[in-house]
Structures are given as structure tokens and as C-alpha cells.
């Protein structure tokens, strides 16, 4: 079965603090990956996709198959990302999207 | 950017009624567009996947008769929650994308209320 799994539903960091969000897969092929974050009273929106390998806000995030999990990574956090996380995947050749149950990162000063 | 709206962005209506709430991507065409329910303090739950000219796929336990959806053209697809109840109240987001393995654009979302 397809899935994806947000161990943690509310992280407290210390401004400053490194940030890890975790998140696990579940599916058989090869997946797209992807995080989409939602700032207060805004829309969803894309951070990063794990095809881009690319760093959005310092953010990060590294494809492990072999755990199946795609954690969300930054070294120093700022108040500004205090905001739910989601992680969700696609699945190889369609175009649905199956989304975590999200995280939401508070920052503290 | 490419940019989703919805409208209404909130509704209010009595146990019954007919709500249809418009999802319009409005600088792209949208080859597939999504629907998604999310209840306060949780994810977003697909309801159904809708494809410009054709019958939309729904999500096992999504009820096809009672979330209508069509997707007249490449930049609109609209939901209809039918006889809604107060159990329909939610919040409901489209997303629409271009090309497969690419990013999803999302509406801002329809708060629905059914007295």
C-alpha cells in the first residue's frame, strides 16, 4: 500500500536549534518526493522535490531507499519556518499525490 | 508562478442544499486537477483525481454521487457536495499540475459550513 508517514505532529525548536522532520514511505516503485509547507492563513506550497536535490530556505532533504524515508533537514532554524510540513509522495507515472499527516514546526525565540 | 483559485473561499449553507465550489488554474492549463478534504488539524485526504474530459477517479470511501465533479476544460474543475450535512463541513483544496513528476499547485481552499 502506498503511505506516508510524519512520525511527529508538533516539533519545538530553539531558534538557531538544527531541524529534522521526518518522514517514511511506503511504496513499491520509485517514487517522487516531495515537501510542501503551509505558513499560517496561506496556501500549500512546494519547498523542495527530491529530483531538484536542490536547497530551498536551507532546507534539505536526501532520498534514502534503502530506509525508505525522505527526512527534511536544516542546520540553524529560523523564526520565519515555524509552519506545518508535509511530506508527500507521487506516485512513478500518475500524476496523484499521497500526503503525510504534516508536522508542524514551531520555532522558538 | 502558476496560480490556482477557488471560489467561493467560504460558504454557509443549510443541511440539504446543493454547494458548488469553482477551481480555476488561471495562467496554465491543468491536464489533471485534485480534490482534497482536510478536517482542522489534519492532512489532506484526496477525495478524487479529475481528468479535463473524462470521469473522474475517486478515492475508495469518497461517495461519486454525493461529491459530483466535472472538469468542463484544461482550467476548471468544480465540486459539488450534494445534499450536504453538517458532516460535509470541512475545508476543501483543489491542486492542479501540468506534467507528471512535477510540482502540484494549490488552490487556497473553500471553507464549507453546513448548518
Known amino acids: 500500500a502506498q503511505r506516508v508517514t510524519q512520525p511527529e505532529k508538533l516539533l519545538s525548536v530553539f531558534k538557531g536549534a538544527p531541524v529534522e522532520l521526518k518522514c517514511n514511505y511506503s511504496?513499491?516503485?520509485?517514487?517522487?518526493l516531495f515537501w510542501y509547507v503551509q505558513y499560517s492563513r496561506q496556501r500549500l506550497q512546494l519547498l523542495l522535490r527530491?529530483?531538484s536535490r536542490e536547497s530551498i530556505k536551507g532546507f534539505t532533504a536526501d532520498l534514502n531507499k534503502g530506509e525508505t524515508s525522505f527526512h527534511l533537514k536544516k542546520p540553524f532554524a529560523q523564526e520565519e519556518d515555524s509552519a506545518m510540513y508535509y511530506c508527500?509522495?507521487?506516485?512513478?507515472?500518475?500524476?496523484?499525490?499521497?500526503f503525510g499527516t504534516g508536522t508542524r514546526l514551531k520555532v522558538l525565540a | 508562478g502558476a496560480v490556482v483559485s477557488q471560489h467561493p473561499s467560504w460558504v454557509i449553507c443549510k443541511s440539504g442544499t446543493s454547494v458548488k465550489i469553482e477551481c480555476r488554474s488561471l495562467?496554465?492549463?491543468?491536464?489533471?486537477m485534485f480534490w482534497y478534504r482536510q478536517f482542522p488539524k489534519q492532512s489532506l485526504m484526496l477525495m478524487a483525481t479529475?481528468?479535463?474530459?473524462?470521469?473522474?477517479?475517486?478515492e475508495q470511501g469518497v461517495e461519486k454521487d454525493k461529491f459530483l465533479i466535472n472538469h468542463a476544460s484544461l482550467t476548471l474543475s468544480t465540486l459539488t457536495v450534494t445534499s450536504a450535512h453538517p458532516e460535509d463541513s470541512s475545508f476543501y483544496i483543489c491542486?492542479?499540475?501540468?506534467?507528471?513528476?512535477?510540482?502540484?499547485?494549490f488552490g487556497p481552499g473553500t471553507r464549507l459550513t453546513v448548518l
Open positions: 491542486s492542479a499540475t501540468r506534467v507528471v513528476g512535477l510540482e502540484a499547485f
Open positions: 511504496y513499491s516503485g520509485s517514487p517522487e
Open positions: 527530491h529530483i
Open positions: 508527500a509522495l507521487q506516485a512513478s507515472g500518475t500524476y496523484k499525490y499521497i
Open positions: 495562467d496554465f492549463q491543468a491536464t489533471t
Open positions: 479529475s481528468n479535463e474530459g473524462s470521469k473522474a477517479t475517486y
